[in-house]
């Protein structure tokens, strides 16, 4: 799936709830539903800098496609982390780099952030543009 057709598929998802209370809780309760992280790659090395909260990252390259795995100890930041992640798996480098993840504004979820977790998430789609150039 085209990150285009993974962006139209998300904004489908979010769109029907007009309270964003709503739409947060949705996006928590799939972070509640997401498969288990392992404890043991809660490791420095793989921390997003900038979030309010602690955010891992975990990046693979296979196939000629980039793979993303993440949590967060914030269920809030988890879940938009997951729909992040969720967003570029299976994309290629080139893809990745051309796109911004815009969206989170297209549903409105950014604005609902605070400045804090706003900036985590732009240093979240920032390493994995990073990782995607590398990979390229």
């Not at 990745?96 to 297209?106: E, N, P, R, T, W």
């Not at 549903?107 to 390229?136: E, M, T, W, Y």
Request: aromatic residues 8%; negative net charge; charged residues 25%.
């Amino acid at each position: 799936m085209s990150l285009k057709e993974k962006h139209a598929e998300i904004v489908a998802e979010l769109e029907p709830f007009d309270d964003p209370h709503d739409r947060f809780q949705y996006i928590i309760d799939r972070a509640k539903a997401a498969k288990e992280f392992p404890p043991e790659l809660r490791r420095d090395e793989l921390l997003v800098e900038g979030c309010t909260s602690q955010l891992w990252l975990i990046c693979g390259f296979k196939n000629g496609v980039c793979h993303f795995e993440c949590d967060a100890d914030a269920i809030i930041a988890k879940g938009i982390a997951l729909l992040i992640c969720e967003y570029f798996d299976g994309a290629t480098p080139s893809e990745i780099v051309a796109d911004d993840a815009d969206f989170l504004a297209s549903v409105g979820i950014d604005q609902h952030l605070s400045p804090n977790r706003r900036n985590g998430l732009a240093n979240l789609v920032a390493r994995i543009h990073a990782f995607a150039k590398a990979c390229g």
